[in-house]
């Protein structure tokens, strides 16, 4: 694939190949916007089918990071990198320091923190490689792991969906349709089953659904009927692009507020949900708890300023809300906007825009 006809590049600063025949590591580097500030955004390992596969995540996970990071107020730009291989059987520790030798050739315009397929205990061996890493637990640094961060900006941006569009206080008695268990899936669950209400799980890993049953006393469906199945919320906290033609005109939810990265499979969709009236919480605004966390250790903000400004997620959240509901746009296109008008003024760090 020529990378600029392809229609996930969006006037990407750079898009890097890397290969290095000792190791064997394969890996794309892409940075969408520096505008903010460094391009920040998780190295993600998995067996893609292609290296077009390869390439298209990075494009359009490092465009969601631009956002995200922009929605949140925050002094970083987007980037991504992907690392080429099975996790399982590919990972070694001279393919991840050849890996931190591909941060460094980016010059520092790219800080490389924990996604897919990478471990906590991947993290120092990079970081013995490159100074350009953050988004774990270093001694003496604030902010590390973003699972538990990401969890809590879903949770408070769903009560805030909620409000918006059941005026409701409250997920109590709610039945909710969890997609995906992993830390960010199952912190929601935990808060949501504190909260008293009724879940509803699925997940291919049959560990934690049974985990979830045992826990919070949830309901099971399958993997393929999870986002189908009749309930007040669908959270979405797997892999993304489930919202499509074929999906949408089967949603029997009333809001889509979970923390999957481009759960939309084109923006389009989000026309097709407002149109059924369901409420959608946009992706990168509501699950950026995690890049805040990160963000926090990179400017040794405090753990109380961290949480601070994940909460305010909630209040972001309304203001889309509010916005779409005055301008008859889906919610998505509003936040794209709110997102594309910080990144062109560079303002990094401006208090947080409600209009």
Not at 110 to 128: H, S
Request: charged letters at 25%; hydrophobic letters at 45%.
């Amino acid at each position: 694939m020529n990378v600029f006809e392809s229609s996930d590049f969006d006037a990407h600063e750079t898009v890097a190949f890397f290969h290095d025949k000792k190791t064997g590591l394969k890996a794309i580097i892409a940075i969408h916007s520096t505008a903010l500030g460094p391009a920040c955004g998780g190295t993600r390992m998995y067996p893609y089918v292609s290296a077009d596969a390869a390439l298209t995540d990075a494009l359009r996970l490092s465009r969601g990071m631009s956002y995200k990071s922009a929605i949140a107020d925050l002094p970083l730009g987007g980037g991504k990198a992907v690392i080429i291989g099975d996790p399982a059987k590919d990972k070694s520790e001279v393919r991840l320091l050849a890996y931190a030798q591909a941060v460094n050739a980016l010059g520092g315009r790219y800080v490389t923190a924990m996604d897919v397929g990478m471990r906590p205990a991947d993290m120092p061996v990079i970081a013995r490689g490159t100074k350009f890493i953050a988004g774990y637990d270093q001694a003496g640094k604030t902010g590390g792991d973003s699972g538990p961060l990401t969890a809590l900006g879903v949770f408070v941006g769903m009560k805030a969906a909620v409000k918006h569009r059941l005026g409701l206080d409250t997920t109590k008695g709610l039945t909710i349709a969890i997609q995906g268990l992993g830390k960010v899936g199952m912190g929601v669950a935990k808060r949501l089953h504190e909260e008293e209400a009724k879940l509803v799980v699925a997940d291919v890993n049959d560990d934690v659904v049974r985990r979830a049953v045992e826990a919070f006393d949830a309901r099971i469906a399958s993997p393929d009927d999870i986002v189908t199945v009749e309930c007040d919320v669908l959270s979405p906290n797997a892999m993304g692009a489930i919202l499509d033609e074929r999906t949408i005109p089967h949603l029997r939810a009333h809001v889509v507020a979970g923390g999957a990265n481009n759960q939309l499979a084109r923006d389009e969709h989000g026309a097709m949900l407002a149109a059924r009236g369901v409420l959608y919480a946009p992706d990168y605004a509501i699950n950026g708890g995690g890049i805040i966390r990160v963000a926090g250790q990179i400017c040794g903000w405090s753990d109380a300023e961290i949480e601070r400004r994940t909460l305010a997620i909630a209040d972001t959240l309304t203001a889309i809300f509010r916005r779409a509901d005055a301008e008859k746009r889906p919610t998505n296109v509003i936040a794209d906007a709110m997102a594309e008008k910080r990144m062109a003024a560079g303002n990094p760090g401006a208090a947080m825009a409600t209009d």
